[in-house]
């Protein structure tokens, strides 16, 4: 199964458009099938140009029970961002209405990694820093993190069993780990051969979580 967001342009007004999404089933043979009664929309209102970074959705996953199907919007100056998730039900169908948790602040949530049997998710956060949003608790804590200008894409490592932060702007890549209790800490903060090639005749080296990275 997956699904789709769209923007939509609402033809009678020819300004306002509204952002939804719908879902699919998937075989290997036939492509994709529309799931009956999966079409939902965001409440979002845009405009023709679209306002640009704020208030669009940014991401659509499932729960890691396939029980949800979660959708990460970016706030702007007048709204903050939120976490919308709508249940699934046996036949696939979505329910009419979702919940939201709403990060602290004028919340700008992008991408959304998925923590492993917690029921939870690390979302980096513009705004914030990198959310940890608890979907079973209903709640949110956030981790700063040293220099963060736009914190956007995040990933999880089997192998260390931490996450990865990208800062699109610095290019920097922080490692975050997360204890049981959904609290998060850096473990090193990382330049990448993107800022390396602005300083060709430096050295560039990881730092601790009490430090920034640093250029030699």
């Keep these: 199964r997956m699904c789709f967001i769209a923007t939509v342009l609402k033809l009678r007004m020819l300004k306002p458009r509204v952002q939804r999404f719908r879902c699919f089933s998937v075989d290997k043979t036939n492509g994709l099938s529309p799931i009956s ?5 965001i409440r979002l209102n845009q405009t023709t140009p679209a306002t640009g970074f704020g ?5 659509i996953i499932f729960s890691e029970d396939d029980t949800q199907l979660i959708v990460s919007v970016k706030g702007d100056e007048s709204n903050s961002g ?9 036949d696939g169908s979505l329910e009419d209405k979702f919940v939201t948790i709403t990060p602290p602040g004028n919340a700008q949530p992008f991408s959304m990694t998925r923590i492993p049997g917690k029921n939870a998710l690390v979302v980096p956060d513009p705004a914030n820093g990198v959310d940890i949003i608890d979907l079973a608790g209903n709640r949110s804590n956030t981790l700063q993190i040293p220099g963060q200008v736009q914190l956007g894409w995040s990933s999880f490592s089997e192998l260390t ?8 702007v610095t290019s920097v890549i922080t490692e975050i780990s ?5 609290e998060a800490s850096i473990v090193q903060v990382c330049p990448t051969l993107v800022l390396a090639l602005f300083f060709p005749l430096t050295r560039v080296s990881c730092s601790n979580s009490t430090s920034s990275p640093t250029l030699a």
């Design 161 to 168: 069993q931490t996450y990865f932060i990208t800062d699109v």
């Design 178 to 182: 997360i204890d049981d209790n959904l």
């Design 37 to 41: 009664n999966s079409i939902r929309s």
């Design 82 to 90: 939120f976490i919308a998730l709508w249940g699934i039900n046996s």
């Design 55 to 59: 208030n669009t959705a940014s991401q």
